[in-house]
């Protein structure tokens, strides 16, 4: 197994122990029926942020060698890029800057929409899953208005479903409309693999199996 492939099921295992990560029956905001659910919300203790800022700094420091600074979008992206550019330094010896922005544009005080470092250079936004795309769009429209240039996106999951008419999954989606490289901690394929190696689990493989050729991508992105 990769040190790739390793971090993706140490990950799994994380989501799981902490509850993020359940099985069951679950109604998405699309209308799909899941037999799996996510809940990034539930990284919720210092803890748990500093343990999953810690997976998001090793793949980070692995997969983006060159210099970059950090965006995360509002909310649940604030304590990511925070948290993740302190792991970096931490663990990484990378003092990357960090920035966010602002929902409703602040008229006092500083004033402005973003918090932080100056958007400059190339860019990572951190968040924890993509959907449909639009907080995405949102940050490339910050970030290029700052004059800086977005690369890459940092996720927790990748469902690996297809949601668009030609059958592009959300990242697929995000990738070719913004030409950004698009990571994730984990990907629906390696959560099939984590399960089959795992007997007290394999009781969820066969609907998780069925979901995946219901919605699923034929091919996975790189």
Do not use: W
Request: hydrophobic share 45%; net charge negative; aromatic share 10%.
């Amino acid at each position: 197994m990769s040190r790739a492939d390793e971090r993706e099921h140490a990950f799994l295992q994380f989501a799981l122990e902490t509850g993020v990560l359940r099985f069951g029956e679950f109604t998405l905001k699309s209308g799909r029926v899941s037999p799996y659910f996510f809940n990034a919300g539930l990284f919720n203790s210092g803890a748990k942020l500093s343990r999953l800022a810690a997976f998001y700094a090793a793949a980070l420091a692995d997969l983006e060698p060159e210099p970059f600074m950090l965006f995360g979008p509002a909310y649940k992206g604030i304590p990511l890029a925070s948290a993740t550019a302190a792991a970096l330094a931490d663990h990484h010896q990378r003092d990357v800057p960090f920035a966010f922005n602002r929902k409703e544009i602040k008229d006092h005080g500083e004033g402005g929409q973003l918090v932080g470092a100056p958007l400059q250079g190339d860019v990572v936004i951190v968040d924890d899953v993509v959907t449909a795309g639009t907080s995405i769009r949102e940050s490339v429209d910050i970030i290029h208005s700052a004059g800086a240039r977005a690369v890459a996106v940092m996720i927790a999951l990748d469902r690996e479903e297809a949601v668009t008419e030609e059958g592009d999954s959300a990242i697929a989606h995000v990738a070719k409309t913004f030409g950004l490289r698009v990571h994730a901690l984990a990907r629906f394929s390696t959560l099939l693999e984590f399960l089959s190696d795992r007997p007290d689990l394999a009781d969820h493989l066969d609907a998780l199996q069925a979901y995946q050729a219901q919605y699923g991508l034929t091919t996975r992105l790189e």
